[in-house]
């Protein structure tokens, strides 16, 4: 099992800059990749960003270039570093783990965090 806590959301003026933090306790030596996702209200869950564990990311097209996510193996944490931001990333964002199980693939979640950009 791996259990994941997200902490650094808050309210920000639109161009301001946030950074969100996830730390992972469990087995974390059967995480494959982490990520970020987002919900805003009336929408659906979607991928923000994503690290594998050799490193290589992904991100939504709408954060390319804004928002960059990292990953410290030695503390078994994952950051996202978001900048310019707009009110549209207003959402409640979570982090995610890919993770096995045996030969089974599964997903941990975080409680999720508030993130709300005013005009």
């Known amino acids: 099992q791996v259990q994941l806590v997200e902490s650094g959301g808050g309210l920000v003026q639109a161009g301001g800059s946030l950074r969100l933090s996830c730390a992972a306790s469990?087995?974390?030596?059967?995480?494959?990749?982490m990520g970020w996702y987002r919900q805003a209200p009336g929408k659906q869950r979607e991928l923000v960003a994503g690290?594998?564990?050799?490193?290589?990311?992904n991100y939504a097209d709408s954060v390319k270039g804004r928002f960059t996510v990292s990953r410290d193996n030695a503390k078994n944490t994952v950051y996202l570093q978001m900048n310019s931001l707009k009110p549209e990333d207003t959402a409640v964002y979570y982090c995610?783990?890919?993770?096995?199980?045996?030969?089974?693939?599964?997903?941990?979640w975080g409680q999720g965090t508030l993130v709300t950009i005013s005009s």
């Open positions: 995610n783990a890919h993770y096995y199980s045996g030969v089974d693939r599964l997903d941990a």
């Open positions: 690290i594998s564990n050799g490193g290589s990311t």
């Open positions: 469990g087995s974390t030596f059967s995480i494959a990749a």
